[in-house]
């Protein structure tokens, strides 16, 4: 029999999860967890990764996880199906991470680019913490306490899962096979993979304001629509409309399945021919986005009132929280166990270790 795969992800609370993270990764885990390919499924708030850039600002972190609790929960995942915990709460992760910083050099981590722009957007040049600036690093433990062998994440990822296989490899060639190498596993399509926030700007971000959040109320997200970027050479109906750079359109390609047609614009059969139609020329951007915003209401209304509903029992999900991190943290213990052994640091439990020091000195 084919040995069943390990899901892992995770994500930052330093926000309310967007429709961003929705088609990035979100998504694809509420889909996964009935395929039985997988074993487990572990979803994690990954408070001490972001504390690595918000050490004055404990209070936003702490606030932001029964968020994104609270959004996960909406997206539908079912915690019976998911191990959902919290980072700070496996202290397995810190020592793995302590011991794979051997395997790693500073050139490796300065070349990472996500890691780089990050530096960048934060402007941290001359004073980047040490704990930021080695977060692929505890990424890694993350993804490899749990020996996941599939990491559904966005794009920015794959340096992080890039270094993830490195240390497996590593790790593997001295103290033999141990861990396992994890695979990223991407969306389908590109504007899934990086969409943009509702100005054009290359990605949604709470500073820039140009996100759709989970949490969104209905008229937030019918002006958020309204507002959003499209072609700004498309000033007449009857121009002819750029698709390229063009938000709604990409939001469309997120989202947007034939079955909409059906539902909310019989004009169409598919979004092949609504964009040759808006290439033409004839077509305004109005009623473009009064499509994209049926579609996006039909996907976050379920979301929403799941969410209200979870909010009612704030103590219930912190509960869930604390039994996932007690099952997270049994499997990180056994991996830590068989990493402490194959290191040779499991000085109390190797008997034969003792009984050969005690024979070298016997024979003095
Ligand atoms: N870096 C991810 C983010 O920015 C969060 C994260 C931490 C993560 N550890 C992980 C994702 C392990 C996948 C696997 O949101």
């Not at 980047?128 to 692929?136: A, K, L, R």
């Not at 139609?277 to 209401?297: C, E, P, S, W």
Request: proline letters at 5%; one cysteine or more.
């Amino acid at each position: 029999m084919k040995e069943k795969k390990i899901i892992l992800t995770g994500d930052r609370p330093t926000g309310c999860l967007h429709i961003g993270h929705y088609v990035g990764s979100l998504r694809r885990r509420v889909e996964l967890q009935d395929n039985p390919e997988y074993a487990r499924r572990f979803v994690f708030i990954a408070d001490a990764q972001a504390l690595t850039d918000n050490i004055e600002n404990p209070e936003k972190v702490r606030q932001n996880v029964i968020e994104v609790a609270l959004d996960y929960l909406g997206a539908g995942l079912d915690p019976e199906k998911n191990t959902i915990f919290i980072q700070s709460q496996i202290p397995e992760l810190t020592e793995l991470t302590f011991y794979y910083m051997d395997m790693v050099t500073v050139a490796r981590l300065q070349r990472n680019p996500t890691v780089k722009t990050e530096i960048q957007m934060r402007n941290f040049e001359s004073s980047i913490p040490v704990g930021f600036f080695t977060y692929p690093i505890s990424q890694a433990a993350d993804i490899t306490a749990f020996k996941a062998t599939t990491v559904p994440v966005g794009e920015d990822q794959e340096p992080m899962l890039e270094q993830t296989r490195e240390i497996v490899r590593r790790f593997n060639y001295i103290y033999g096979d141990t861990l396992v190498e994890p695979n990223i596993l991407l969306p389908d399509s590109e504007a899934s993979r990086r969409l943009p926030g509702t100005d054009g700007k290359a990605k949604m971000s709470k500073s820039l304001g140009n996100c759709i959040y989970l949490s969104d109320t209905e008229e937030d997200v019918n002006k958020k629509v309204k507002g959003m970027y499209t072609d700004p050479t498309h000033l007449k109906v009857s121009d002819p409309g750029k698709l390229e750079g063009n938000t709604v359109f990409t939001y469309l390609d997120a989202f947007c399945k034939p079955e909409h047609f059906e539902r909310y614009w019989k004009d169409y059969t598919n979004l092949d021919e609504l964009k040759a139609h808006y290439t033409r020329g004839g077509l305004g951007d109005v009623k473009v986005k009064k499509f994209l915003t049926a579609i996006l209401q039909e996907v976050l209304t379920p979301i929403r009132e799941r969410r209200k509903m979870y909010e009612k029992d704030i103590p219930s999900v912190y509960e869930m929280l604390k039994k996932g991190s007690e099952s997270a943290r049994e499997t990180a213990a056994q991996t830590l166990d068989e990493v402490r052994r194959a290191m040779k640091i499991n000085y109390f439990d190797d008997m034969d270790l003792i009984r050969e020091q005690a024979k070298k000195y016997a024979q003095k």
